[in-house]
């Protein structure tokens, strides 16, 4: 993730790289991307720069991800259900997806670069790219009485955990 002080002059710079113009319009969008915790979808990027930008299109909003994608500034999450969402955070971490509510947390361990270190050793392979999805339901779920996907006992949750 880009820090807060060199934010801005990052998507400046990301833009005329790419041979685009860094409008107000995708400053904003871009800003708003990179600065979520929350994995947000193009809809959602539109409504809250909307807010700022009305005349922003969402033409402008997917065009803007792309670029930010291409960049390799954020990484591009397939959900369950086909819903697209984004994540500035391209350091190795698994992604806590909850089935219920649908709310996505990322999860850092110093184990994940690690592991991808000794896969690309062991296997002779060059990394460029990973995802770890684990589905499960959140605490906030569990909490309000949510129950797990079908098929999945209390016992196989508290084993896949361990």
Known sequence: MI?????ESSIINTFRNSGYRATPQRI????????????PTAQRAYLEVKKEHPT???????????I??????????NMPRGQTRFDPNIE??????????????????????ELIARVSDE??????????DLKG???????????P??????ASRAEASQ
């Open 56 to 66: 922003v299109s969402l033409a402008t909003i997917y065009t803007t991800i792309k």
């Open 28 to 39: 904003a969008i871009s800003k708003y991307v990179l600065s979520s915790r929350q994995h």
């Open 137 to 147: 339901i959140c605490e906030r779920c569990e909490k309000r009485g949510e129950s």
């Open 149 to 154: 996907a079908k098929g999945q006992s209390q």
């Open 68 to 77: 930010l994608k291409d960049s390799g500034l954020i990484l591009e999450l």
């Open 92 to 113: 190795p971490h698994a992604h806590l997806l909850c089935l219920k509510c649908g709310s996505i947390r990322d999860w850092m361990d110093p184990i994940m670069p």
């Open 123 to 132: 296997a002779n392979f060059t990394v460029i790219g990973s995802s770890l």
């Open 3 to 7: 820090s807060s002080e060199n934010l």
